[in-house]
Structures are given as C-alpha cells and as structure tokens.
C-alpha cells in the first residue's frame, strides 16, 4: 500500500503514515461428525511491515500477526440448539521499534438458543471465563 493509517492515540484520530508491505495466509476446516454436530476452525498468519524506513523501525502498531478461532455448533433436537466459540488475537507490537507489545487476548463465548417457528431466541455468554485481558492496547510515552 502506498500509505497506512495509523491510530494515534495522543490525537485520537488516525494518521496516514509510510508505506507497507502486508502478506499472509489463512486455513479454514469444517467439518460435520454428525448430523447434529459441527466443528470449526480458522488460522490467520500475517506479516506487516513498513517500507522505505530503518528495519529497525518497521512495525505496524497494533498489526497482529496471528488470529485464531475454532467453536463447535450442536442440535439438541425440539428446536434446542448451541454454541460454543474460541477466538485469539496473538500480540502485536504498538510501536514501530517493536519494544513494547500487547498481550495476546483470547476469548471463550457460549450460547444457547430455541426456535420458534421461523424465529429464534437466543442468549450469548460473552467472555465466559471472564478473561481480564484487554480488547486494545496503546501505547502513551
């Protein structure tokens, strides 16, 4: 790209900054064992750097260069049915030097839903194992 924004925190805003160079790779499985079960799973590995500055300075802030996520969907016959999801986010550095970087974040959501005809209620337990880890990092000199 011929430019990246970047957020500033200081500002608030995002800025248009160097150019990068993103590439990457993702794998993706379903798979049905049964007829009321179903499995999946996505991997997502990426490298971001800046181009045309020092090797030294060219990270991406807040670019994560792997996200995984898997669940498994289930129908309980009677119009019962549910979920349970994973999703991790690796670290990512949050300045150009790389000497400070996030923590990985991961995630564990559980839901369980009914039908009604052609409706369906549902409920979803976000973070079910209350994780204390943050949704997003800067860093602030």
Same mark, same amino acid.
């Given at each position: ?17 160097d150019a990068t160079r993103c590439y990457g790779t993702e794998a993706n499985l379903f798979w049905r064992p049964t007829n009321w079960q179903a499995l999946d799973g996505s991997v997502g ?25 898997? %669940?498994?969907?289930?129908?309980? *016959?009677?119009?019962?049915? /549910?979920?349970?999801? $994973?999703?991790? &986010? ?20 559980? %839901?369980?839903?009914?039908?009604? *005809?052609?409706?369906?209620? /549902?409920?979803?337990? $976000?973070?079910? &194992? ?12």
């Amino acid at each position: 790209m011929g430019s990246e924004l970047v957020f500033s925190g200081d500002g608030g805003t995002t800025e248009p900054n160097d150019a990068t160079r993103c590439y990457g790779t993702e794998a993706n499985l379903f798979w049905r064992p049964t007829n009321w079960q179903a499995l999946d799973g996505s991997v997502g590995l990426t490298n971001a750097r800046f181009r045309n500055v020092e090797a030294t300075q060219n990270r991406i802030p807040n670019s994560t260069s792997n996200v995984i996520s898997g %669940g498994a969907a289930f129908e309980f *016959g009677n119009g019962l049915s /549910g979920s349970l999801r $994973l999703r991790h &986010f690796g670290s990512a550095p949050l300045i150009e030097d790389n000497s400070a970087r996030s923590h990985p974040t991961t995630r564990v959501n559980l %839901g369980g839903y009914y039908k009604l *005809g052609r409706a369906k209620l /549902g409920i979803d337990i $976000l973070n079910l &194992f209350s994780a204390q880890n943050a949704h997003i990092t800067y860093f602030y000199t």
